[in-house]
């Protein structure tokens, strides 16, 4: 299908008229509205003709569009009711070709536990500043078939995600991401190929599903969330309420072979598990 199903700046801003639209911070609402930013997002997700995509807060179908073109089917999860009511007219116009392989749920993503028809292998998606990161660790956790993605997220976000052990943005997002998939910076995005545009920059994160560490995922979050919940402190002081003493902390750490004295900013995903290992009964 030629580019020119993709939306301009211009029908972007008469779509959004012909709903009475304006954008909402609530809502994290920016749209795509350069064709050759959604080219790339699709080129760099490397999203082919056999592969299902979940798409999160679609908008006006910028990035559907572009999608749409190349991948077998799309399911795009929309959480506005007028968005989502008025995608498959926006496809039928632009594509009408390819207006058979979108599906367009309305839902909340936060809220998401599967998608209907074949399993998604893929998603792709603008993600909305305020929920970036839990959404991307729900459809990770509840659609375990997808094994790649490509999101765009704040660029501060973006760090997070991707920040190794040891380094200063290292943390919750970092090693929780780092259980389902190996992640990476695969680029940034300026604010002018937004509408309305962001205060931030933008940045792309790329990620391909491996196998998690051995141990129980629940259990490792929490100690996750305890270690990084008071991060500044040792991790004996700061696993103090979690093991229910600094003393049973220390305890469990050097069974873990981890040193009591040592931050969370310094412990890879699998030595969070192997700690969350030692409180096994």
Known sequence: MAASGLLSAADVRALADGLQLRPTKTLGQNFV?????????????????????????P????????????????????????LAGALPSTVA?????????LEVV???????TGVPGPAPTAFVANLPYNVAVPVLLRLLEHLPSVRTGLVMVQAEVADRLVAPPGSRTYGVPSVKAAWYADVRRAGAVGRT????????????VAFQRRTPPAGDRRATFEVVDAAFAQRRKTLRAALAGWAGSAALAEQRLRQAGIDPGARGEVLSVADFARLAATARP
């Open 106 to 112: 309305l839902q909340d993503a936060l809220t998401l």
């Open 33 to 57: 509205v350069d064709p050759n930013t959604v080219r790339r997002l699709v080129r760099t997700a490397d999203v082919g003709v056999d592969d299902v995509v979940v798409e999160v807060g």
């Open 59 to 82: 908008g006006l179908g910028s990035l559907t569009l572009g999608l749409l073109e190349v991948a077998a089917r799309v399911v795009a999860v929309e959480v506005d009711p007028a």
């Open 93 to 101: 116009a632009r594509l009408p070709d390819r207006a058979d392989r």
């Open 193 to 204: 190929v937004f509408w309305p545009a962001p205060h931030v920059d933008s940045g792309l």
